[in-house]
């Protein structure tokens, strides 16, 4: 009776890419820094130290600066605003947390309706986004989420979990280089679509909804009625309401989905508001 002969070292040959990712990613996760934001709790991984983040954020800052310098507004009223409430946020800030952050603060004239934090703490603001912030407190409710953002160390976090995304999707593909070409590109598109919706995005959210978070509590420690966050909201929420993409394909939550959590979060706010201070900052 003949012997069939079994190949048996096709299959985890195959394999070796996938394995050695996983591998990389086992190394990577117990050996990553873990941090622990003051203001949630919440432990989590991250893919740069301080040094490297403040480097990035100085380089990025420089650059927008260069190419915005002929619009940059350097001083006025909207200068003088943006200021008067990044410094009241960023000693909010410091009240529960070990930041030493050099806080500095663009304003670029624009009609674009934006603002934001890089790492390390340089802020920069598009004089478009005052018309619907109204008055300090609106300023601080989009200034106080975009320092969050840098407080929580958001940024060195998305860059470990795009790396260890990417490498396993790196190490599928190697265990498929024997695959028909089609079929392999085929499947690298599902399971990219799938990462995208099914973790990259809701990530991203969830970091948004914890900038939210931690800005309406420090916009309340700060001394502005934390009540206000749901009117900027509402604001932004009737100016961005047509055309606006469904949240799960969005990288940020619904306006609508905001407002309910801000309105969640909003007695543990009142509270810092009332303890921090007697009354309103103007």
Not at 68 to 79: D, T
Not at 91 to 106: L, M, P
Request: hydrophobic share 40%; glycine share 8%; charged share 20%.
């Amino acid at each position: 009776m003949p012997i069939k002969l079994e190949r048996k070292h096709a299959f985890p040959i195959a394999l070796v890419p996938l394995m050695l990712a996983v591998g990389f990613i086992l190394f990577k996760l117990f050996t990553a820094s873990k941090v622990t934001n003051p203001e949630t709790g919440r432990t989590h991984r991250i893919g740069l130290n301080p040094e490297q983040e403040q480097k990035l954020g100085l380089e990025a800052y420089a650059q927008v600066r260069h190419d915005e310098a002929s619009k940059l507004v350097q001083s006025g009223s909207e200068v003088e605003l943006v200021k008067l409430v990044t410094a009241k946020l960023a000693k909010a800030a410091a009240r529960k947390g070990d930041i030493h952050y050099d806080w500095e603060v663009s304003v670029i004239r624009s009609a674009e309706v934006n603002a934001f934090c890089l790492p390390g703490g340089k802020i920069v603001v598009y004089t478009g986004i005052l018309p619907v912030t109204q008055h300090a407190a609106g300023l601080a409710t989009v200034l106080g989420h975009e320092m969050a953002h840098a407080t929580s160390r958001h940024g060195a976090e998305r860059l470990f979990r795009t790396e260890i995304t990417q490498t396993l999707l790196g190490g599928v593909q190697g265990s498929l280089a024997q695959m028909d070409p089609v079929k392999r590109q085929a499947i690298m598109a599902a399971l990219g679509a799938g990462t995208k919706y099914g973790n990259t995005l809701p990530f991203s959210r969830e970091q948004e909804s914890e900038a939210d978070h931690i800005g309406l509590l420090y916009m309340a420690r700060a001394g502005y009625d934390p009540q206000e966050a749901v009117a900027f909201w509402q604001r932004m929420d009737a100016q961005r309401r047509k055309g606006s993409t469904p949240e799960y394909l969005s990288d940020h939550p619904s306006h609508s989905t905001r407002i309910g959590q801000i309105e969640k979060w909003m007695p543990e706010a009142q509270k810092e508001f009332v303890q921090y201070n007697h009354a309103p900052a103007a």
